[in-house]
């Protein structure tokens, strides 16, 4: 049982990268950080890059967790993914 809302959340981090990679997906980057935000996972599925935003719930309620990226956390996710492109032109 996670003792901390951080842990819990590194624990769904850590569960979410491994079902993903399972899938077939590359790990490319953890926790990149931006003065625009933060993208949790970023991964490669063949030749798309994929930005993951994990989101632990004490619930198992998938309506809960898609509401939980309001149009805010949206954007912060699109200036970071943005940014992140911009310095890994290379990975394109």
Known sequence: ??????????IAENLACEY???QGLTLLTRNFRSRYGEIDLI??????????EVRA????????SLQSVNASKQK????TALYYLQK???LM
């Open 1 to 10: 049982m996670p003792t901390s809302t951080i842990e819990a959340g590194n």
């Open 20 to 22: 993903l990679q399972q």
């Open 43 to 52: 991964m490669r599925d063949g030749n798309t890059l994929v930005f993951i």
């Open 57 to 64: 719930r004490k619930q198992h309620n998938l309506v809960d």
């Open 76 to 79: 912060k996710v699109i200036k």
């Open 88 to 90: 890994n032109s290379k």
